[in-house]
């Protein structure tokens, strides 16, 4: 046939003069789906079901997962929805979807009902959109602070669906002084890895906002900030250059961004399952499998518990006096969890 490619970066090249071309060339052999590692990569395929080696596993090959430049953030993202054939509504509905899934392993519904998304302009803020959508549906009751609204179909209809649940959308204005007595968590989906320079108005004043609430020192008195893919005013490669936000958990999107490397909160995952293998192949990425069917995988070790701190706030089950035999031998024994400590 004579027909030419309407995608110059096609993974499938009828051009063989585009070296770009020949560097996305789908794998003759199919790959697995898992391990979704680059051929040769330094660390072995995990089994699905992670045992406490395969977790040890999984926290060694942490501390060689990829980050990735702004440059080559943008370009993946190009290369995803140009010639790899995805939409970015596709790609968001996933992140987004991802960013929830991480916030409720973390953050608990019983404790962390209350959560504010407060969305930047971009796709960063597409994503905490999408994310609210399904904490709505996890039984989460969201509100959103949305102040720079883009006027494309995609972003309207995000908002209609959220307006369709009843989610309430809050004017910067209007947002509580007291965060902490109104909120458990703040979702920063205000920048991703399109942000350069400083942040404008009203951006700005989020921010600090959220600096000043990440600087109060007890965490059982502040919401837990969650910040997507980037936290909002870092540099995207050197991260926290300017006293910006420190959030309790970031959730990184396709790969971790240089950024991620400065940061030391306890919580950080990956999600957006979606990267197909020639993009693994041409940046040599390396990721954590997913476990299951899992749409995000902690990047790093989980913070431990302090079971002493467990042993002191454990309340023995109440026994009623008419419960109580005469003889002790006869009582009836509970065995709880804490028994075996
Ligand atoms: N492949 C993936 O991993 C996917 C990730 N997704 C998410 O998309 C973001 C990147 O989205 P993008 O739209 O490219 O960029 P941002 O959301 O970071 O923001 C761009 C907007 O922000 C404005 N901007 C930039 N700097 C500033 C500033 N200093 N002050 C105020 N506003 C700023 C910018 O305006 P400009 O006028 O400067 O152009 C834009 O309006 C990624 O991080 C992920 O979260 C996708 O959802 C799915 C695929
Ligand atoms: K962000």
């Known amino acids: 046939s004579t027909t030419t490619n309407p995608h110059p970066l096609s993974p499938f090249p009828r051009s063989q003069n585009n070296s770009r071309v020949?560097?996305?060339?789908?794998?003759?052999?199919?790959?697995?789906?898992?391990?979704?590692?680059?051929?040769?990569?330094?660390?072995?395929?995990?089994?699905?079901?992670?045992?406490?080696?395969?977790?040890?596993?999984?926290?060694?090959?942490?501390?060689?997962?990829?980050?990735?430049?702004?440059?080559?953030?943008?370009?993946?993202?190009?290369?995803?929805?140009?010639?790899?054939?995805?939409?970015?509504?596709?790609?968001?509905?996933?992140?987004?979807?991802?960013?929830?899934?991480?916030?409720?392993?973390?953050?608990?519904?019983?404790?962390?009902?209350?959560?504010?998304?407060?969305?930047?302009?971009?796709?960063?803020?597409?994503?905490?959109?999408?994310?609210?959508?399904?904490?709505?549906?996890?039984?989460?009751?969201?509100?959103?602070?949305?102040?720079?609204?883009?006027?494309?179909?995609?972003?309207?209809?995000?908002?209609?669906?959220?307006?369709?649940?009843?989610?309430?959308?809050?004017?910067?204005?209007?947002?509580?002084?007291?965060?902490?007595?109104?909120?458990?968590?703040?979702?920063?989906?205000?920048?991703g890895f399109s942000f350069h320079g400083t942040p404008r108005p009203p951006f700005d004043h989020l921010i600090q906002m959220l600096v000043s609430l990440s600087d109060i020192q007890n965490p059982d008195k502040r919401p837990a900030i969650v910040s997507i893919d980037i936290p909002s005013g870092w540099h995207v490669e050197e991260g926290d250059v300017d006293g910006g936000i420190k959030p309790d958990m970031l959730v990184s999107l396709t790969a971790p961004k240089l950024c991620a490397k400065k940061f030391t909160g306890p919580h950080h995952f990956l999600g957006g399952r979606f990267v197909p293998p020639p993009i693994l192949n041409k940046y040599g990425l390396q990721l954590p499998p997913y476990p299951g069917t899992s749409m995000c995988v902690r990047i790093g070790k989980a913070p431990s518990v302090e079971i002493s701190s467990l042993r002191e706030n454990y309340i023995s089950p109440e026994l009623l006096e008419s419960q109580v035999m005469s003889d002790p031998f006869d009582q009836p024994v509970c065995v709880s969890p804490m028994q075996w400590l």
């Open 22 to 191: 020949h560097r996305l060339q789908l794998p003759a052999r199919r790959l697995p789906s898992f391990p979704a590692v680059a051929p040769g990569a330094s660390f072995a395929p995990l089994p699905q079901r992670l045992g406490m080696a395969s977790l040890a596993a999984s926290a060694a090959a942490a501390a060689e997962v990829t980050h990735l430049t702004q440059r080559d953030a943008a370009e993946i993202d190009e290369q995803l929805m140009g010639p790899l054939g995805f939409s970015v509504d596709q790609l968001m509905e996933l992140a987004g979807l991802s960013v929830a899934a991480a916030l409720a392993e973390v953050y608990k519904l019983n404790e962390h009902a209350r959560v504010l998304v407060i969305c930047g302009p971009g796709n960063n803020g597409g994503d905490g959109l999408v994310a609210a959508r399904h904490l709505y549906h996890f039984g989460y009751r969201p509100s959103i602070c949305y102040p720079k609204r883009t006027p494309k179909p995609l972003y309207s209809g995000l908002v209609t669906q959220l307006e369709s649940l009843s989610i309430p959308f809050i004017p910067v204005e209007d947002l509580p002084n007291e965060l902490p007595r109104e909120f458990d968590v703040i979702v920063d989906a205000m920048f």
